[in-house]
Each structure stands twice: as C-alpha cells, then as structure tokens.
C-alpha cells in the first residue's frame, strides 16, 4: 500500500522536530470503484448491499512487524457478504473513520474485482504490503 501525503507528513513531522503523532487505534479498511489520489481523495466507495469498512484494530496482533520498511496484515480482514453488488472494486484503503475521515494507505488491486450479490471480499493475510520504501 502506498502512503498517503496526510500519513507521511505525519512520519515525517515526527521524525524531524519530534511533533507529536498519536496514530489512529483503529484504522478501517475500505474499498473503492474508483483511483485514489496520493492526497486520499478520488475514492468511491459501494453504497448499499451491505457494504461497510471493516474495523481493524491497529495492533502487532493485526500487522506484522516492520522489516526493511515495510510491513503486511496479520490477520485476514473480511468484510460482510453484500447483499447486493457493490460494482467493479479497484482499490484498497485504510482509513481512520468508519465513514469519511482520512486516508491513510491506498493500493490498486493487482485485478480488479467484480462484487456481485452474495460475495465476500476478503483480505487474506499478508495480502497488503505497506511500505515506506525508496522505490
């Protein structure tokens, strides 16, 4: 997943001149139909059949930890069946509220995913790479 500008402003600020960060406790992962942008902005998320952010608790339990800048999920994260479809997801975001709020990492899916009615999207582990990297 790539860092968005609000995340790595934060690292950033926190690292040269010490500013304190209190990151989120909780983060939630999102879907989107549409590209996001590096500010966290262009996303379009499924309204209706069910869809919602999944909750995931910002813990070593939830990611691994970091090597060589970067780090995976540790756990699957699964969101509910939809009960109806949700469209073509193309991306993946972590966020700091169940609904707006701000994002912090985003990826493209390696393919993009039709989400019709009575389909469970899921994250299994080690499926998200974040990652701070000189790319």
């Given at each position: 997943m790539?860092?968005?500008?609000?995340?790595a402003g934060k690292v950033l600020d926190?690292?040269?001149?010490?500013?304190?960060?209190?990151?989120?406790?909780t983060?939630?992962?999102?879907?989107?139909?549409?590209?996001?942008?590096?500010?966290?902005?262009?996303y379009t998320e499924p309204v209706g059949g069910a869809y919602a952010r999944v909750a995931v608790t910002n813990n070593k339990t939830n990611f691994t930890v970091a090597s060589?800048?970067?780090l995976s999920n540790a756990t699957a994260i699964t969101f509910v069946e939809s009960t109806a479809?949700?469209?073509t997801i193309t991306y993946a975001f972590l966020a700091d509220a169940l609904t707006?709020?701000?994002?912090?990492?985003?990826?493209?899916?390696p393919t993009p995913k039709a989400v019709a009615?009575?389909?469970?999207?899921?994250?299994?582990?080690g499926s998200l790479v974040i990652s701070m990297t000189n790319a």
């Amino acid at each position: 997943m790539s860092v968005t500008y609000l995340s790595a402003g934060k690292v950033l600020d926190f690292n040269f001149g010490a500013t304190s960060y209190t990151p989120p406790g909780t983060l939630y992962m999102g879907v989107s139909t549409s590209v996001i942008q590096p500010d966290g902005s262009g996303y379009t998320e499924p309204v209706g059949g069910a869809y919602a952010r999944v909750a995931v608790t910002n813990n070593k339990t939830n990611f691994t930890v970091a090597s060589n800048g970067t780090l995976s999920n540790a756990t699957a994260i699964t969101f509910v069946e939809s009960t109806a479809a949700w469209g073509t997801i193309t991306y993946a975001f972590l966020a700091d509220a169940l609904t707006a709020g701000n994002v912090y990492w985003f990826e493209a899916l390696p393919t993009p995913k039709a989400v019709a009615s009575a389909t469970t999207v899921l994250f299994s582990i080690g499926s998200l790479v974040i990652s701070m990297t000189n790319a």
